[in-house]
């Protein structure tokens, strides 16, 4: 699936001869309410030629390897799915004009991990300013970073996410459409510039799919202002973390692995430790923090 517009989505069809077709299809009625999202793996019937005026219908969404998903707002039951497939989230922020916003990178992590994304960081702009702040902001978590200006080459980008399949998210503003434009020229997202009020304007209006040159796929989503995460738990997090979710196996039912939870196990097997397991568990408390809503700007 490469594109969902107004009820109708863009599949891509493997050819018996070889190459692809581009076939529009709609969403059968046997799948109920099973939303069909950028990324899906479909089966088709009807016309699959993809010539122009015709239809084809998903009967089956394979299932998912992993899940980009979110919701309104944080007392929103319903989750949703963005993305589907995707092996890396390319969070890309801008490290001034506007400045990070901290708890939606956070969140973008909480997201990555819960879904079992594998979560890469694009730093913008870092003509204007020097990423260090944000990089040692999460060197506990062990998040690849990439420095970016719009001069810069792109290589250093391209070695982390050449031949795999990607999903960019950012908020508007931060040059993430510039970026995808830059990595696939014909894909003409369009662009806007910072508002006098340091908020972006919001210009790409869906999540469409796009091939890199040199091979592998970027999905592109729109600009946005939230991520909601009523979806996830504190031990979805930890479980990101083979060595936290080991020792949190011995912490009591209901623990939060916070720093208010006093029987914590974390707090044991960080004390045991070198001094960087301590750090460590403090970058992932403030993932925890964006879990349970500890202030406002999460």
């Not at 010539?51 to 998903?58: E, F, G, N």
């Not at 720093?259 to 001094?275: E, F, I, K, R, V």
């Amino acid at each position: 699936m490469t594109a969902v517009d107004r009820g109708r989505m863009t599949v891509r069809v493997e050819e018996r001869g070889g190459g692809t077709a581009e076939v529009t299809a709609m969403r059968a009625r046997e799948l109920g309410r099973h939303g069909v999202v950028v990324g899906d793996r479909v089966r088709l019937v009807g016309d699959t030629t993809g010539r122009p005026d015709t239809l084809a219908r998903i009967v089956v969404i394979e299932e998912r390897t992993t899940s980009l998903r979110r919701t309104a707002d944080d007392t929103d039951p319903t989750e949703r799915v963005v993305v589907a497939n995707a092996e890396l989230l390319v969070v890309v922020t801008s490290v001034t004009d506007p400045d990070p916003a901290l708890g939606f990178l956070d969140r973008c992590l909480v997201a990555a991990y819960a879904g079992g994304l594998e979560p890469l960081f694009c730093l913008t702009k870092t003509d204007l300013a020097s990423p260090q702040p944000l990089l040692d902001r999460y060197a506990g978590l062990g998040v690849d970073a990439v420095p970016m200006s719009r001069e810069a080459p792109l290589d250093p980008l391209l070695d982390r996410i050449g031949g795999r399949t990607s999903v960019f998210v950012g908020q508007s503003g931060v040059g993430k459409s510039t970026l995808v434009n830059r990595l696939v020229p014909a894909a003409d997202r369009a662009t806007g510039d910072v508002s006098k009020v340091g908020k972006g304007r919001h210009t790409s209006s869906s999540a469409v799919l796009f091939d890199l040159p040199g091979g592998g796929t970027v999905i592109d989503t729109p600009g946005i202002r939230s991520f909601g995460l009523a979806h996830v738990t504190a031990d979805d997090v930890v479980a990101a973390f083979d060595d936290l979710a080991q020792a949190a196996v011995d912490c009591p039912p209901g623990c939060g692995h916070s720093t208010d939870d006093p029987d914590c196990a974390l707090d044991t097997w960080a004390a045991a430790g070198p001094p960087g397991r301590a750090e460590r568990l403090a970058s992932v408390r403030r993932l925890l923090d964006a879990v349970g809503q500890l202030g406002p700007g999460y």
